[in-house]
């Protein structure tokens, strides 16, 4: 596993910074903002490309039949028919991507109105898809990460972030 | 108005004349009224003695999930400018004043490099940057491989450490943020611009005339 030590060519990294930047504990808005429980927010981690990880979040929304929209690396989640009690009540749900590294990524879903069972539902439905090894042969990865995959899952429980944190996590 | 702000400063010490912080920031007389507002909501909130210690500061940040973690507390000592354990009003304006968007460049770059050099070295080192890094991850119960947390690292340090001394010094920074300004987004709050519609109340204990004598 040397050789992945090197630094790669790809772009497809996140920098350190960008990432930590998007830690919400950093974000003083709390301070400003009156306890809403119409935003909600939550992160899920995507062992996936990110042109998987869209493929994941439609599929999450087609089990609900909700109707997406893509903007660029955001999708809008719109409620679809079959939920007749959410059509007259306004509905802000999203789900953005963000490439951490080339088969990494966070998606984002964030609600700011509209009923928060579809959103509960949808964070559910998305994390299930999400932890299942991908059964989509995804296209061919190059070797760094195909060695990558197998080393994290022997070595699972040794991974760095959080395996001391007692909260445990369900995303991959 | 003498009176009024006699009271003000037996109950709040610490509290300083808005007319003074106004001249020394960016806010003007009445956003600092405003900011006052904000300021004695937050400080009274366990321990009403118009301070605000890190348990407040905590539950202002996150309303009802109250936890320790290394951003806030790291947000805290900066803000808490003369290392006393609390904030006061002084310090909570002049450390917002970082964040309003009319605030300039060059005291967000001095405020985020202080920010993420954790532990006041002079410089942002490579474990500094992992720490912050797993912090995030616990936060978003995002799961990376060791691998390539170092990889991320590997790259940012390639990037940014220009002299490869294995340590992010403050000219370093300069240029890697102008390189990639949207790292700097965090040091920003557009609410500041909007405080006196947030804080309204001020109006009715407004004790300056906008006119000053």
Same mark, same amino acid.
């Given at each position: ?172 | 108005?003498?009176?009024?702000? =006699? ?15 106004? =001249? ?33 500061? %905590? ?5 009802? %999930? ?45 405020? =985020? ?101």
């Amino acid at each position: 596993m040397d050789a992945e030590r090197t630094v790669p060519t790809s772009s497809n990294f996140i920098n350190a910074f960008q990432l930590i930047a998007m830690n919400n504990d950093l974000d003083l808005s709390g301070l400003f903002e009156e306890e809403d429980d119409n935003i909600q927010k939550t992160k899920l981690g995507s062992k996936n490309t990110i042109s998987d990880t869209f493929k994941k979040i439609e599929a999450a929304a087609n089990d609900l039949s909700l109707s997406i929209q893509r903007q660029n690396n955001k999708i809008k989640i719109h409620p679809g028919r079959s939920f007749a009690r959410c059509s007259r009540s306004h509905s802000n749900l999203s789900a953005e991507v963000i490439e951490v590294a080339p088969a990494h990524c966070v998606v984002e879903i964030c609600k700011s109105a509209g009923e928060l069972s579809v959103y509960k539902e949808f964070c559910k439905s998305l994390s299930s898809l999400l932890t299942e090894k991908s059964s989509i042969a995804s296209v061919a990865p190059d070797a760094a990460d195909l060695s990558d995959e197998s080393q994290e899952t022997a070595s699972s429980e040794e991974e760095v972030n959080g395996s001391k944190d007692p909260r445990g996590y369900s995303s991959s | 108005m003498g009176c009024f702000s =006699s009271t003000q400063r037996i109950q709040f010490p610490g509290y300083e004349n808005p007319v003074a912080l106004a =001249s020394e920031t960016a806010f003007s007389v009445s956003e600092v009224e405003a900011l006052f507002e904000l300021y004695k909501s937050i400080s009274g909130s366990v321990i009403d003695d118009g301070l605000i210690n890190k348990e407040e500061f %905590q539950l202002a940040l996150f309303k009802n %999930q109250k936890k320790e973690n290394l951003f806030a507390n790291r947000i805290f000592d900066l803000f808490d400018v003369k290392k006393k354990g609390f904030i006061d009003f002084g310090d909570f304006v002049r450390s917002l004043n970082v964040f309003h968007p009319n605030a300039p460049l060059e005291e967000k770059i001095d405020y =985020s490099f202080k920010l993420y050099d954790l532990d006041g070295t002079g410089f942002i080192e490579r474990h500094e940057v992992k720490q912050m890094l797993i912090a995030l991850l616990c936060e978003s119960q995002m799961k990376l491989a060791d691998e390539t947390v170092e990889i991320i690292l590997d790259k940012t340090f390639m990037e940014a450490d220009a002299d490869q001394d294995g340590k992010i010094d403050r000219s370093e920074w300069q240029n890697f943020v102008s390189k990639y300004p949207s790292l700097l987004k965090i040091m920003t709050l557009p609410y500041l611009r909007d405080i006196t519609t947030t804080f309204p109340s001020f109006v009715f204990n407004s004790e300056v005339d906008e006119i000053a004598t």
